[in-house]
């Protein structure tokens, strides 16, 4: 069940009158009798192979495999049911009160018999190969889920539902896949750097207001190179302005010209295109996105309004909803360049070869943008790009390494991620979030080629209901986190610093524990992490105290990490994988329950790029990792979730790889 804040205490209960019949929405205490509950619960999800046995996710794409699954140790009323598995298209709250009767959307309901013995024996494949998720100009088809333990079509006491309060999950198209609107596309010019290149709906007249996406390019490129992302997006329903841009003076000029054009095209959409967008652009949906000097401009568009240093006659800091930067350079003080509380993105290139984000360079670290960000940011680090495959304007790929992927496929990643961000930030579309918060090699557009490998970063914005257990700003000594709490390991080499190669070169050596790292450019910039390693033979781990007020986690959701290979290490180099490793949480009785992270996916290989120092290897590629904490306590586990005392990472040939170099930071639970 798609739900923002679903809290997990099995002591909860919500009443509610459905169908004329009272009934409580709750987790099922265990053992207990439940002759008079509806049970409310995510049920949709994938299969996995091993402990916790099975996933609960929010979207899927057309053709996906769909599996809906209970644990019998949280809900025992499930065992040994014969039951009928209902696909319903999706009904608010009001209209499951008004009309329980259950209709799937196949024809008929999935007939099945839930075990006794685990997740995997009450684990139902259902047959949704047809399921459609074509939304039209929007994202993602809405659907819920019942188990009709009674079987009378109903939905009464005794079932289970995903979906009654919140969306049950979505079905999504390909977001690499062009939209179902015909665009038209018209140039035109207010003078000096007003050149614009606009894309719309072409039957715009009919659609009411629509978000407005402002295109800014980069120093030697031209406006009318964005194409790909001019057309895509606007046959999703947006307009999309890309326009001349003053790069040559630097970023700040660049910002004037972002703001500029975005307040022309807002104050002259009764002239432009003979009146055609008159009133059908919602100026309260503006998002930003800028390429190389445009990259960093476009953050320094918002910061000075955010700031007031410019005030628009058109907009506000408000207005803008979403600002992304394509292989940013970093030409200005993190005072004048951090994007701030907006929702922000990244998207760099692990090949380029203008930004390349040596270490040697000040001016071309653009994951300090990330890093200097407080609202909801992501990361998109394609490795085989080029400066110059993210726009349209042919020529050389502004690359250099291995597998280089070009244009047509890097197109893809472009399109396969900013139609969701732009939903999700614009129209605030669940199904869109999956793709930043999942881990890619877990769920990405199908339409990006099958040898493209993305790094991806999603954090929470700093007002989301979290605890943070280790972010390694504070308490530097390595037996106390930053929470306050006692730090115990036998990893090797640990070390806790600024997240800063020292050198100008990505070579390791005991003096520059952090090599690889790129993420702090001036005395502005604050970001820390701690790195170690491990190698064959060694089973290692690396343990976290939850302080006692800390220790109930039943309310909370995820529990949420970052970690990166460390380039250039011995560990690194002799693995030359993937890498894998184990959460473990233990109760205060000692109870353990662990969950391998490779069933989400792996932390990538850094890219085996020369130069910068000696040997392969380039920036370590970060990886956010979340897992429910309600699975550590899944498939009958014991776990007392609400008496927590410790999370250990475990490291190893028995939980994951048998040697690595890594970086950790940003280990948080959270709510939602």
């Avoid at 994938?46 to 996710?57: D, G, Q, S, T």
């Avoid at 918002?302 to 800091?317: D, H, K, L």
Wanted: aromatic residues 10%.
């Amino acid at each position: 069940m798609i739900h923002p804040a679903r809290p997990f205490s099995l002591a909860v209960t919500t009443a509610l009158v459905l169908g004329g019949a009272n009934a409580a929405f709750a987790l099922e205490p265990q053992f207990s009798t439940s002759a008079l509950r509806i049970f409310e619960t995510e049920l949709a999800g994938r299969p996995l192979a091993n402990f916790p046995r099975f996933e609960y996710v929010g979207t899927f794409h057309q053709g996906d495999p769909i599996s809906v699954a209970l644990d019998p140790g949280t809900y025992p009323s499930i065992a040994g049911s014969m039951a009928d598995v209902y696909l319903l298209a999706d009904r608010s709250a009001a209209q499951w009160a008004a009309n329980p009767t259950l209709v799937d959307v196949r024809g008929a309901p999935t007939a099945a018999v839930f075990g006794a013995s685990g997740v995997a024996s009450c684990t139902v494949p259902l047959a949704a190969a047809g399921l459609s998720g074509d939304a039209g100009s929007g994202f993602g088809v809405p659907y819920d889920l019942v188990i009709d333990v009674d079987r009378d079509g109903q939905l009464s006491a005794r079932d289970f539902i995903d979906g009654r309060t919140a969306v049950g999950f979505y079905v999504a198209k390909d977001p690499t896949v062009a939209g179902p609107l015909a665009v038209t596309e018209i140039q035109y010019s207010g003078g000096s750097f007003l050149g614009q290149d606009t894309y719309y709906p072409t039957n715009i007249a009919s659609l009411g207001q629509l978000p407005l996406v402002v295109v800014s390019h980069g120093n030697g490129h031209d406006y009318r190179w964005y194409d790909h992302i001019g057309f895509h997006l606007a046959s999703y329903g947006c307009v999309v302005v890309s326009h001349q841009n003053d790069t040559a003076p630097g970023s700040e000029a660049a910002s004037t010209t972002t703001l500029t054009n975005t307040n022309y095209i807002l104050a002259n959409q009764a002239t432009i295109g003979g009146g055609v967008l008159a009133g059908h652009i919602d100026s309260h949906k503006i998002s930003f996105i800028g390429h190389s000097r445009g990259g960093e401009g476009v953050i320094r568009a918002y910061n000075r309004v955010f700031t007031g240093a410019y005030v628009p006659t058109q907009f506000t800091a408000a207005d803008i909803v979403f600002v992304s930067s394509i292989s940013p350079v970093t030409h200005l003080t993190s005072a004048a360049s951090t994007p701030q509380a907006v929702n922000y993105h990244l998207m760099y290139s692990s090949s380029d070869t203008d930004v390349t984000g040596s270490p040697g360079s000040t001016t071309s670290k653009p994951f300090v943008f990330y890093e200097r960000a407080t609202g909801n940011r992501s990361v998109s680090y394609v490795q085989g790009a080029g400066h110059a495959d993210f726009h349209a304007g042919g020529g050389s790929c502004v690359c250099t390494g291995p597998s280089l992927i070009g244009f047509a496929a890097t197109h893809q990643v472009v399109r396969g991620y900013y139609l969701p961000l732009i939903k999700l930030y614009t129209e605030g579309n669940p199904a869109a979030k999956d793709y930043i918060s999942r881990m890619y090699g877990s769920f990405h557009a199908p339409g990006i080629a099958a040898n493209v490998i993305v790094a991806t970063e999603y954090r929470d914005a700093d007002t989301t209901a979290r605890f943070v257990l280790d972010d390694f700003q504070t308490n530097p000594a390595l037996g106390v986190s930053s929470s306050g709490g006692l730090v115990g390991f036998n990893v090797s080499n640990l070390v806790e610093g600024l997240m800063q190669d020292t050198d100008g070169s990505f070579d390791f050596s005991a003096a520059v524990p952090h090599n690889g790292m790129t993420n702090w450019k001036d005395a502005g910039d604050s970001a820390r992490c701690a790195v170690f390693d491990w190698t064959i033979g060694q089973s290692a781990f690396y343990e976290f105290e939850l302080l006692s007020t800390q220790r109930d986690l039943r309310d909370d959701r995820w529990l949420s990490l970052r970690a990166a290979q460390g380039t250039r290490h011995p560990e690194t180099d002799g693995l030359d994988a993937p890498l894998t490793f184990t959460v473990t949480l233990r109760d205060g009785q000692g109870v353990t329950s662990s969950i391998a992270m490779s069933n989400y996916g792996a932390l990538t290989r850094t890219y085996k790029r020369t130069s910068s120092g000696v040997g392969t290897g380039w920036a370590n590629e970060w990886n956010s990792m979340r897992v429910r904490l309600a699975d550590f306590a899944s498939d009958m586990s014991p776990l007392d979730l609400s008496d927590i005392a410790a999370v250990r990472l475990e490291f190893g040939a028995g939980f994951g790889s048998a040697r690595g170099r890594i970086g950790l930071d940003d280990l948080e639970i959270i709510k939602e």
